[in-house]
């Protein structure tokens, strides 16, 4: 089955250290994107990558950081610079058409920070 | 700035009933949009997406409505059912047109 793997589903972190998240598609798309939820929010753009080894701050990018070296692979890293990195974190990708196409989202990682 | 909103963050409904979420968007050169479902503790589902160039577009059980002219767009979910119960978000291409903005959601209660 095609499809979006993010792991770990909980993530627990003392504060002060960075951890990476993982998120893996065999899904052959260009596009992948990181999303933060916050407990009854919407979804605010992280990072995205339009093609292997290019990508560009979204929204809320401070505090965070990626990398693009596979078109299967787009790890998020949350430094210790992230003030409130508590969250939920989504991952997704798109079809190589561009933006104007269901984006296809992960289960998710939920980080807790303390 | 950009921004996606939902009028109403809850919503109750009977089994059976219609639904309507309701989502009203600020980019006006916006030319798409999607709905999505979102169940606890997962990733948000793909419902349906219309572009600008539409004003409705049909699934299965779902519409989606567009009105360009005051930048609203609806989901329309007939004979609602208890699974149907979600968080739905609405979304709108961003301003470079790279990306998808997110409103805030509307949690759908359905009681049998």
């Known amino acids: 089955d095609g499809g979006i793997t993010q792991s770990p589903k909980y993530l627990f972190r003392k504060e002060g250290q960075n951890v990476t998240l993982s998120c893996e598609q065999n899904?052959?798309?260009?596009?992948m994107y990181w999303y933060r939820q916050d407990p009854g929010q919407g979804l605010r753009l992280i990072y995205y990558?339009?093609?292997?080894?290019?990508?560009q701050k979204g929204d809320i990018a401070e505090g965070y950081s990626v990398s693009r070296e596979k078109k299967e692979s787009f790890p998020l890293t949350v430094t210790s610079a992230q003030k409130n990195p508590t969250a939920f974190y989504l991952c997704?990708?798109?079809?190589?058409?561009?933006?104007?196409?269901?984006?296809?989202f992960g289960n998710g990682t939920r980080l807790t920070v303390t | 700035g950009e921004s996606v909103g939902l009028h109403l963050p809850t919503l109750s409904v009977q089994e059976g009933d219609n639904s309507i979420i309701n989502c009203a968007y600020s980019n006006s050169a916006s030319d798409y949009f999607i709905w999505y479902k979102q169940e606890s503790g997962k990733g948000p589902q793909f419902i349906i997406d219309?572009?600008?160039?539409?004003d409705k577009r049909q699934g299965q059980r779902v519409t989606v409505l567009l009105n360009k002219t005051v930048k609203h767009l609806s989901l329309q979910i007939a004979a609602t059912q208890p699974g149907d119960s979600a968080v739905y978000f609405c979304a709108e291409t961003n301003q470079a047109g790279t990306a998808l903005i997110f409103g805030k959601g509307t949690t759908l209660s359905v009681s049998s």
């Open positions: 997704a990708s798109s079809i190589p058409t561009g933006i104007n196409s269901p984006l296809h």
């Open positions: 899904l052959n798309h260009d596009a």
């Open positions: 219309i572009r600008s160039n539409m």
């Open positions: 990558s339009q093609i292997v080894n290019d990508f």
